[in-house]
């Protein structure tokens, strides 16, 4: 993603925390912006969120991941701070063309966390080495 473009949808998030903290709606106008700047998985994100579909998972030790759970029923472990997630779209839309600047579980996770919506789930310091891995959803 461009800084320019990221430091728009930082801005984004950022007005869509405030504004639904204060509210508890997301208004018109920033829907339409988030439609613009990430375009159709903006929608596939919020029902995402709408469906509750995102947990947030930490450990003691501090670590913490999101845990989506997409439309297929399968688990993507995402990263807010360093922008990833495992899911094929990721891969192919936002890191080999270039055409998205995040796939819907990623979106979601960041929506979900601005709007304070992430299921909290703690887990032990082992059982987030085995997320981290790649091995095990947080509840197994």
Same mark, same amino acid.
């Given at each position: #993603? !461009?800084?320019?473009?990221?430091? +728009?949808?930082?801005?984004?998030?950022?007005?869509?925390q405030?504004?639904?903290?204060?509210?508890? *709606?997301?208004?018109?106008?920033?829907?339409?912006?988030?439609?613009? +700047?990430?375009?159709q998985? =903006?929608?596939? =994100?919020?029902?995402? +969120?709408?469906?509750?579909? +995102?947990?947030?998972?930490?450990s003691?030790?501090?670590?913490?991941?999101?845990?989506?759970? !997409?439309?297929?029923?399968?688990?993507?472990?995402?990263?807010?701070?360093?922008?990833?997630?495992p899911?094929p779209?990721?891969?192919?839309?936002v890191?080999?063309?270039?055409?998205? *600047? #995040?796939?819907?579980?990623?979106?979601?996770?960041?929506?979900?966390?601005? #709007? !304070?919506?992430?299921?909290?789930?703690?887990?032990?310091?082992?059982? #987030?080495?085995?997320?981290l891995?790649?091995?095990?959803?947080?509840?197994?």
């Open positions: #993603m !461009g800084s320019s473009l990221l430091s +728009v949808a930082e801005q984004l998030l950022k007005d869509l405030r504004t639904y903290s204060e509210t508890n *709606q997301i208004p018109d106008d920033l829907l339409i912006a988030l439609r613009f +700047v990430f375009g998985c =903006a929608l596939q =994100a919020s029902d995402l +969120v709408d469906q509750r579909s +995102v947990t947030r998972v930490s003691p030790s501090g670590r913490k991941a999101f845990q989506v759970l !997409g439309g297929s029923g399968r688990l993507y472990t995402c990263f807010t701070s360093c922008h990833y997630c899911c779209a990721f891969s192919f839309s890191l080999r063309r270039n055409e998205s *600047q #995040m796939c819907k579980h990623l979106l979601a996770a960041c929506l979900s966390q601005a #709007m !304070g919506l992430c299921q909290q789930e703690q887990v032990s310091d082992q059982q #987030m080495t085995h997320i891995s790649g091995q095990t959803g947080a509840s197994t």
